[in-house]
């Protein structure tokens, strides 16, 4: 079965968050960021996993991830100034958020 864009792009976004908090836990030995991407990872996995059936729950947990790594990675961001990893998980969490919200919002209609 083929891959629509929205799970190809959540699978994408999934192993990016995932690598981040790897590297936040070598660069820095952060717990935190290794849970945090972890969790946050495993989370996006299983919205990759139920895109195809349940679209509206999928995108909705997609969003409420997406929204959540938006606001603590662009306060990080903006307290820094550093692009990476907090500048390119913002920007790519922004778009994200869109894309789910766009999803509830096609699936609903």
């Known amino acids: 079965m083929a891959l629509s864009m929205s799970q190809k792009l959540t699978l ?18 952060s717990q935190k960021s290794l849970l945090a991407g972890g969790l946050s990872s495993a989370l996006l996995f299983y919205v990759f996993t139920e895109l195809p059936g349940r679209p509206v729950l999928a995108s909705s947990v997609g969003l409420g991830i997406s929204a959540a790594l938006l606001a603590v990675m662009g306060s990080r961001f903006k307290k820094s100034g550093k692009v990476f990893p907090a500048g390119v998980v913002s920007l790519v969490s922004f778009i994200m958020t869109g ?3 766009h999803g509830i919002m096609r699936s609903t209609h």
């Open 99 to 101: 894309g789910y919200l």
């Open 12 to 29: 994408g976004y999934a192993i990016l968050v995932g690598a981040g908090g790897v590297m936040g836990y070598l660069k820095s030995g």
